[in-house]
Each structure stands twice: as structure tokens, then as C-alpha cells.
């Protein structure tokens, strides 16, 4: 496993949250990956991380509007 997936994988695995920072930030990094469907191979890749981050924003944005709390 490399460095980066060995990462992730601990962020998810033992993060103490349950919350939507990491559901957005999962569900943005699958966006992504979607996004380049003929990339292909077994080497590392690079991730844009404007085009995550717009993404993550876009998922958690709705959570932190004070006009229309989403209650969790």
C-alpha cells in the first residue's frame, strides 16, 4: 500500500467523526476519479486538488448555511 492510500485509509479507519467532512471529502474524491474514466493503469496518480476541493465544497457547503441548518 502506498504512502497516500496508507494514509486515507487511517483517515477513514480511525477518525473519531462520523461526520459529513468525511462523507464529502470521500464522495469528492470518487467525483473525481469519475471525472478521468479513461485514465487507466496501475501506477500512482495525482489528484487535482482545485477540482476536490470544489467538489468537497459543493457536498459540505449545504451543512454550514446558518439560513438552513441540515441537522445531524
Same mark, same amino acid.
Given at each position: 500500500?502506498?504512502? =497516500?492510500q496508507a494514509l486515507l485509509a487511517s483517515i477513514l479507519r480511525h477518525? !473519531?467523526?462520523? @461526520? &459529513?467532512?468525511? $462523507?464529502?471529502?470521500?464522495? !469528492?474524491? @470518487? ?6 474514466? #479513461?485514465? &487507466? =493503469? &496501475?501506477k500512482s496518480v495525482a489528484v487535482p486538488l482545485r477540482l476536490h %476541493?470544489? *467538489?468537497? &465544497? %459543493?457536498?459540505?457547503?449545504? *451543512?454550514?448555511?446558518? #439560513? %438552513?441548518? $441540515?441537522?445531524?
Amino acid at each position: 500500500m502506498g504512502n =497516500g492510500q496508507a494514509l486515507l485509509a487511517s483517515i477513514l479507519r480511525h477518525d !473519531a467523526k462520523q @461526520n &459529513t467532512d468525511k $462523507i464529502a471529502f470521500v464522495r !469528492a474524491l @470518487n467525483d473525481v476519479r469519475l471525472s478521468y474514466l #479513461d485514465v &487507466t =493503469g &496501475t501506477k500512482s496518480v495525482a489528484v487535482p486538488l482545485r477540482l476536490h %476541493a470544489e *467538489f468537497w &465544497t %459543493a457536498y459540505h457547503w449545504p *451543512f454550514m448555511r446558518e #439560513d %438552513a441548518p $441540515i441537522h445531524q
